[in-house]
């Protein structure tokens, strides 16, 4: 549950607030905004963000993650879902990125607005420098401590890697 302090906080603070260590703390920052996430087969999609009168946290969301997938996916899904919640709250008043999201038809442009800030939110640069700086310098020593995909960090630094 949200404390008043994080409820006087930015989403820009609080999520700044749990990328200061690998991994950035993802479920930390969903219940900081208010969000509860929960994992049920909602396969074919890797998640969702719902008004969700029953899960949902102080905000009245929850974000709910494909249980079947892998940590690293769910935690991109995650990250995803919580940049929804901030970036697109004017469609999330109208109710239109939730049954839109439901039927998979969400435009590329909110889809590729929440990828980047998912991105920056799971693998902020300041923290890939000191990792680097502490000597992990492999894609695959990087995607470990940010419990990433390697494809996602080789997205990040702009590199053409495929798991």
């Given at each position: ?59 009245g969301y ?9 940590l690293p ?47 920056d939110i ?42």
């Amino acid at each position: 549950m949200a404390t008043l302090l994080e409820v006087q906080e930015t989403a820009g603070q609080i999520i700044e607030r749990y990328q200061q260590s690998a991994p950035v703390d993802v479920l930390s920052i969903a219940e900081a905004l208010g969000l509860t996430v929960w994992e049920d087969d909602i396969n074919p999609y890797s998640g969702k963000l719902k008004r969700d009168t029953l899960h949902g946290g102080v905000s009245g969301y929850s974000v709910i993650v494909n249980e079947s997938e892998p940590l690293p996916r769910k935690r991109f899904t995650i990250a995803h879902e919580i940049a929804h919640f901030i970036l697109h709250a004017d469609q999330l008043a109208k109710g239109d990125i939730e049954e839109t999201l439901y039927r998979g038809g969400l435009s590329d442009q909110l889809e590729t607005e929440a990828n980047k800030l998912a991105a920056d939110i799971l693998m902020p640069l300041s923290l890939i420098e000191k990792l680097v700086r502490d000597g992990l310098v492999t894609i695959e020593d990087l995607a470990t401590a940010l419990q990433v995909s390697k494809t996602a960090i080789g997205i990040r630094l702009g590199a053409s890697y495929v798991d």
